[in-house]
């Protein structure tokens, strides 16, 4: 299984989103079959149309998750540490979305509004 975990602002729209999900598939060499956001976010219309556009669903990630693998991140944002007190909300999402024994197969890319990485693992 292949996670997209994503982290976006408010001024973020749908197709920047899935833009920069597609780039981070390209990079990576691996198709995604999963989005993954904080739970917080998972209702937000960008993370709606943007996993429809990609034909993805969504996995929703509650804060508990994203702690207990936030030290197995790469990078380290101050927006994303003061805002979900984790280095990276794309890496932390993309790895608790895999699974236990995920890792990541791309470190977090970023566009304007948004982040996202790739983690490669099997659910739990």
Do not use: Y
Request: net charge neutral.
């Amino acid at each position: 299984m292949i996670v997209a975990g994503v982290g976006f602002s408010s001024n973020c729209k749908p197709e920047e989103l899935a833009d920069l999900v597609r780039r981070a598939q390209s990079d990576a060499g691996r198709l995604a079959t999963a989005l993954a956001a904080p739970a917080w976010k998972a209702e937000a219309a960008c993370l709606r149309v943007a996993a429809e556009l990609l034909a993805l669903p969504i996995l929703a990630v509650p804060p508990d998750q994203l702690a207990a693998v936030a030290g197995r991140g790469v990078t380290e944002s101050a927006a994303s540490r003061a805002a979900a007190g984790v280095g990276s909300v794309a890496e932390t999402a993309a790895l608790a979305g895999a699974g236990a024994g995920s890792h990541l197969a791309l470190t977090r890319i970023s566009s304007a509004h948004a982040t996202c990485a790739l983690s490669e693992g099997t659910p739990s």
